[in-house]
């Protein structure tokens, strides 16, 4: 497989940018006052594209939030992986923005190249440090990635790279499982999501993970906040503070969506080729009034 210099990501996007084009296709079935989504890893083999353009074509907004790790600098360094399904992800967000939709990116590890920008617009996409949404009912939400509350990638980021390599691994191995498993009739099944949940000390991580971001965002002054990084789609109450994490699409493809009364919601959304009749189905999770 060719390797490319981490430039050339940025190259392949404007490229995408130039050759935007007109979008053919039917009017969204759902539109919300806001959508958040995180953890894309445009850029790796893991990354559901097509789930992703599923989603995006389906459920329009107002407002869009890209919360980190929308891009991945991290594996485009080390292996080049840029198929024509992420190009046409990123095109989709383009013609989202022309369109009218606020579109806020808030980088986060994997792509923190970007974080070089801030203030800045690409496509009619904001760059932004630390957003706060104001929802329908007068919530405020602080919008951050996370990796500013793991300890491992503030204190060794050589580690965080191994790690990054082991997950990576993991999900190889969870792909060639699952072929086997669609071959058989059977339907998807996450082994990392499964280790994460038989692993005490990574139940421990998760939990600190979302101490740590609730006590920030109280600190802050905030009724809320919505994060990634941890590839754990959660919306509950920690310490007083609502925490919403919309997940990621490497494994879940979950998404936090805000309905025009201020409700919020987190949606599952299924890749095509699992979902009955050909349609993606959108499966209730968690909401909050």
């Known amino acids: 497989m060719r ?5 050339e ?4 996007i404007s490229q995408a940018m130039h050759h935007d084009h007109a979008d053919p296709e039917a009017p969204p079935q759902k539109r919300y006052r806001a959508i958040f989504i995180s953890d894309l890893h445009l850029g790796t083999p893991g990354c559901q594209a097509h789930a992703l353009l599923d989603f995006i074509k389906a459920n ?15 594996q485009l360094r080390r292996r080049w992986h840029w198929p024509a399904s992420h190009n046409d992800v990123v095109q989709k967000l383009l013609r989202c923005a022309r369109k009218g939709c ?42 951050t990635h996370g990796d500013s509350f793991d300890g491992v990638i503030q204190c060794a980021k050589w580690l965080a790279y191994l790690g990054d390599n082991l997950y990576e691994f993991t999900l190889k191995l969870n792909r060639h499982l699952n072929h086997w498993r669609a071959r058989m009739g059977l339907p998807y099944w996450s082994l990392s999501a499964y280790l994460k949940h038989k692993v005490k000390k990574a139940v421990m991580y998760v939990d600190d993970f979302e101490q740590a971001v609730a006590r920030e965002t109280l600190r802050r002054g905030h009724h809320g906040v ?7 789609a959660e919306m509950r109450t920690v310490n007083g503070v609502l925490y919403c994490n919309d ?11 805000e309905h ?11 890749a095509p080729g699992h979902a009955t009749q050909g349609q993606s189905e959108r499966v209730n999770l968690h909401e909050a009034a």
């Open 3 to 7: 390797r490319a210099p981490l430039g």
């Open 9 to 12: 990501a940025a190259a392949l």
């Open 60 to 74: 329009n907004s107002d407002y869009l939030y890209l919360v980190g790790d929308i891009v991945d600098g991290w």
């Open 102 to 143: 606020r579109i806020i990116y808030v980088p986060g590890n994997h792509d923190e190249f970007a974080r070089g920008f801030f203030g800045h617009q690409f496509g009619g996409i904001e760059v932004a440090d630390d957003p706060v949404h104001i929802t329908a009912d007068g919530k405020r939400l602080w919008v």
């Open 226 to 232: 919505v994060c990634g990084h941890i590839h754990r």
């Open 247 to 257: 997940g990621d699409w490497v494994e879940s493809c979950t998404a936090l969506v």
């Open 260 to 270: 025009y009364s201020g409700r919020l919601e987190l949606v599952h959304w299924l």
